[in-house]
């Protein structure tokens, strides 16, 4: 009987076994929230540096559509309204507007697109602050209200009929 032949097997086998205990902890490792990297391109004479970034997702928050007279004054970012941007609560409940929950600029990806003046939307930038009380939607932590145009009676009407509709999504923020 020749044990050198039987060792190798045991060598082969333990390493196979190995590999495949490695795959199963990553994989699952993956399935929870860590950060994520995001690609990102370089320009000419830029130091490039890694940047990460964390996945934040809710479920179940409401949404609500609003309209803005002409004229009006900017947004809380300080820029003009404009249709596929979004009002969310401010960080914390009566204080300043112009520190959101979502920082402005960023973009929320919805896992089922919205309609607004005939387009469909997956993705909506943050872009101004909205009941700072929190009183209307106290259940809905991440609640976001969509721009649907100056106050027209065709915008009106259409914002009035979008009413609550809950929704699903996730957005970015680097790592800090």
């Known amino acids: 009987m020749d044990l050198s032949k039987y060792r190798n097997y045991l060598i082969i086998g333990a390493l196979i076994m190995t590999l495949i205990i490695g795959i199963i902890l990553v994989s699952n490792l993956r399935k929870g929230e860590v950060p994520e990297t995001k690609p990102r391109i370089s320009k000419p004479g830029e130091d490039m540096q890694e940047k990460w970034y964390i996945r934040f997702s809710v479920k179940d928050q409401t949404s609500t559509a609003y309209t803005e007279e002409a004229g009006a004054p900017l947004a809380a970012n300080g820029k003009e ?96």
């Open 81 to 176: 309204y404009f249709i596929g941007g979004i009002a969310v609560h401010p960080r914390y409940p009566g204080s300043d507007p112009r520190i959101p929950l979502i920082p402005f600029g960023t973009k929320i990806y919805l896992t089922k697109p919205i309609t607004i003046q005939g387009q469909e939307y997956s993705t909506l930038t943050v872009m101004d602050t909205g009941d700072i009380y929190y009183g209307l939607w106290s259940g809905s932590p991440y609640w976001f209200d969509v721009y649907f145009g100056q106050s027209t009676y065709y915008n009106g009407k259409v914002a009035r009929e979008y009413g609550t509709l809950p929704v699903d999504y996730y957005w970015y923020e680097e790592w800090k």
